[in-house]
């Protein structure tokens, strides 16, 4: 018997959970599903690894189930919105397996997938839909969605929308709910704008605040060098051989590296990581927006299953992925936002596991470490270069030219990328000055994404007082 058979769960639910492992609701679960139970609002504010997804699927699946209703064509009675793909896709499994002793349909859709196929499994209608906006909207004005008969409502990561400019058609979809559905919104922040937004989702809500970041911040080992930036490239790449070799708990400095996530700022800095890693060797893949859902899937499949144990990504295609086996975050670029930061080495040290995050700063960038130092109120640990740096720099191999197809396999011992050693006798990406990711301007890609990107580019940074932080920090202690 689990303590989940208090919370007044149904049996099959409680059985998909002992199938899944889970004993003990998490913090979020607890405080949420009561309230949820009762047919409240909810206005949660948690980031991804709270257990938030079950938090907000266990009570609805539990209230669809116990009032079963035919399914109305081209209709659902529960949609979920989440701002990314990878986000979404998550969602839907994770639900998949709650609901696995349920008579419920569970179908996802986003964009980058041809639409047919979609709006045809739409026909019948289904019992839970989970989303992205731009590609909820296409089925609607395609007639291939109705969302009148929608009971219970949730938008994930609203903060996420916001970034991506997903506040229009955010709008749209709060005209079309039935004004008597259930709705639930969850933040890991919550500035102005975004309570703002939940006012138009969520009436009379009960609120759940979890998951302080900075304790998340606080299991994770950090440390950062001061490089340049053009020898960033040959510093990632000396740091994962030395982590990844076999002997790695003696040779690296920071520990053997199970997985690693590098966040890269922008798609083409991603693509010219792997590049430079799978020129050394490395087995890497890239995931970003500009990446087909199939590389994507692929590149992810990778990762989870340990053939390919570097992940090089950005802040957006990174965001609510959920690997366990993240043992090193490294911060390729410093992000400009701070939260951005948590998200990032919040990749690690899941599950009350320890991980270790490494950020590469050049000059430019040391501005943002304060604001980072400020906002987790943890002290970054300073390294030094590693001992023969330059030399051994200069003996990595220079990248091929055009990037093979993600994700991309360990190409020692000859192939193209291996193969050019135009490159040889000079630190690695020390071409990258002229096409630094920094200035990096993309070109046609997952819309949101390019506009999460831009938008970082040129938002203002002013000096942010704590106080902004506030809805965000809670000291463990
Ligand atoms: P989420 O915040 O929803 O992305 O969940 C983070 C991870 O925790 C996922 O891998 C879940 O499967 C897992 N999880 C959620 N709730 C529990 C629980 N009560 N016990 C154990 N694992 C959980």
Avoid: W
């Avoid at 701002?83 to 998949?96: H, V």
């Avoid at 670029?333 to 950020?359: F, K």
């Amino acid at each position: 018997m689990s303590y989940f058979s208090e919370l007044g769960l149904a049996e099959p639910i409680l059985r998909a959970l002992a199938v899944k492992g889970y004993t003990d609701p998490s913090p979020i679960q607890r405080d949420a599903i009561p309230a949820l139970l009762e047919g409240r609002d909810l206005l949660g504010i948690a980031q991804t690894g709270t257990g938030k997804t079950a938090a907000f699927s266990l009570p609805s699946l539990h209230r669809l189930a116990q009032d079963p209703k035919p399914r109305q064509n081209a209709g659902c009675r529960m949609l979920v919105l989440s701002p990314t793909r990878e986000l979404a896709a998550q969602i839907a499994e994770n639900m998949r397996g709650y609901a696995k002793f349920l008579n419920l349909t569970i179908q996802c859709i986003f964009g980058g997938v041809p639409v047919g196929k979609q709006a045809r499994a739409l026909e019948r209608g289904v019992d839970i839909l989970v989303a992205t906006p731009g590609r909820l909207l296409d089925l609607i004005d395609q007639r291939a969605l109705t969302l009148k008969h929608v009971e219970i409502f949730v938008l994930d990561e609203a903060d996420q929308m916001m970034d991506l400019g997903f506040i229009v058609p955010l709008k749209r979809v709060a005209n079309m709910l039935p004004a008597g559905r259930q709705s639930l919104f969850f933040s890991a922040t919550m500035p102005q704008a975004i309570a703002e937004l939940g006012r138009q989702f969520i009436n009379n809500p009960v609120r759940v605040e979890v998951a302080p970041q900075s304790t998340t911040a606080e299991r994770v080992e950090q440390f950062a060098i001061h490089i340049n930036q053009a020898e960033k490239q040959a510093l990632l790449t000396l740091s994962l051989r030395d982590g990844l070799a076999d002997d790695a708990a003696e040779k690296a400095t920071h520990g053997a590296i199970d997985r690693a996530l590098v966040f890269s700022r922008t798609k083409h800095g991603a693509d010219r990581i792997v590049r430079h890693l799978v020129a050394a060797g490395i087995p890497a893949a890239a995931i970003h927006g500009n990446k087909s859902q199939a590389q994507r899937t692929a590149a992810l499949g990778g990762f989870r299953q340990g053939t390919v144990r570097v992940l090089v990504a950005t802040d957006i295609a990174a965001r609510g992925i959920d690997v366990s086996g993240v043992s090193h975050v490294y911060n390729f670029e410093i992000p400009n936002v701070a939260e951005q930061y948590v998200h990032r080495i919040g990749r690690t040290a899941r599950a009350g596991a320890t991980g270790v995050a490494i950020s590469y700063i050049a000059a430019d960038e040391k501005p943002y470490i304060r604001d980072i130092e400020r906002l987790t109120r943890v002290k970054l640990d300073l390294l030094p270069l590693p001992a023969d740096f330059q030399n051994q720099a200069a003996r990595l191999p220079a990248p091929a030219r055009v990037a093979p197809a993600a994700p991309q396999g360990d190409r020692r011992g000859g192939g193209r990328a291996g193969g050019q050693g135009g490159g040889r006798g000079r630190p690695q990406g020390d071409r990258s000055r002229s096409d630094a990711p920094r200035g990096d301007r993309r070109e046609g890609a997952a819309a949101g994404e390019d506009q999460g990107e831009r938008k970082r580019h040129f938002r203002p940074r002013g000096p942010k007082g704590l106080g902004a932080h506030k809805g965000a920090v809670r000291r463990a202690s």
